[in-house]
């Protein structure tokens, strides 16, 4: 199993420019996040999904879209990049059972850059 | 949700145990313990929980207090690949939402 993976690993952007950002994962996980961390700081939770064609609000939502129209992809969306947006993204994903233990599962994150 | 408390960072050597501190004196009886840790350049990844009792796995073992106000994240034998940043989370069992703070970061020396 390939776990969590994120597309691309590296993005550089001038500012107003978009781009999407893809998360899949092969663990048929009900649950997908994404989260933005900036230098030395702890991660942000901006949106997640609680199940295919649902989304909600984290954190930090602003300037962020996401879509889950599959099951095992997340995608978030930078409709007008802004150098504050500069950040490392990880996406993460986790089981929903709920008599277990749901740990989440992180992909290895996308650096990306704003100028 | 409930705050944590971390030291900003801890040293420690080879092969030594090493005793990672939580303060949660604000906890709910509902919140579970969860410690992720995040190694260089990569993603947070999960080391364990705890409810109100001891719990031990592969990875490490929970100390939590009595009252439930602190927990101590025992890892009992440190190696250089244990050096990373680790996160003390209070969040529901399901863990569907994991606020991270800034986490204590760990150097091992060889």
């Known amino acids: 199993n390939a776990g969590v993976t994120q597309t691309p690993k590296f993005r550089v952007l001038k500012t107003g420019q978009s781009m999407t950002l893809l998360c899949a994962q092969d663990m048929n996980h009900e649950y997908m996040y994404w989260y933005r961390q900036d230098p030395g700081m702890g991660l942000r939770l901006i949106h997640y999904?609680?199940?295919?064609?649902?989304?909600a609000k984290g954190e930090v939502p602003d300037g962020y879209n996401v879509s889950r129209l599959k099951k095992q992809n997340f995608l978030l969306g930078l409709e007008s990049a802004a150098p504050s947006q500069t950040s490392v993204y990880f996406c993460?994903?986790?089981?929903?059972?709920?008599?277990?233990?749901?740990?989440?599962?992180f992909g290895p994150g996308t650096r990306l850059t704003v100028l | 949700d409930a705050k944590t408390t971390q030291p900003n960072s801890m040293e420690s050597n080879e092969e030594e145990p090493v005793h990672l501190p939580c303060n949660h004196s604000t906890i709910s009886g509902t919140d579970y313990i969860h410690w992720y840790r995040q190694l260089p350049s990569q993603g947070p990844e999960y080391v364990i929980h705890g409810l109100t009792s001891n719990v031990n796995n592969r990875m490490a073992s929970l100390a939590i207090a009595e009252d439930r106000k602190s927990s101590t994240l025992i890892l009992h034998r440190a190696t250089l690949r244990d050096a990373a940043v680790y996160y003390c989370i209070l969040s529901l069992a399901s863990g569907s939402r994991l606020t991270f703070g800034e986490g204590t970061q760990l150097t091992v020396n060889p």
């Open positions: 999904s609680v199940g295919e064609g649902t989304t």
């Open positions: 993460a994903s986790s089981y929903s059972g709920v008599f277990s233990y749901n740990e989440q599962f």
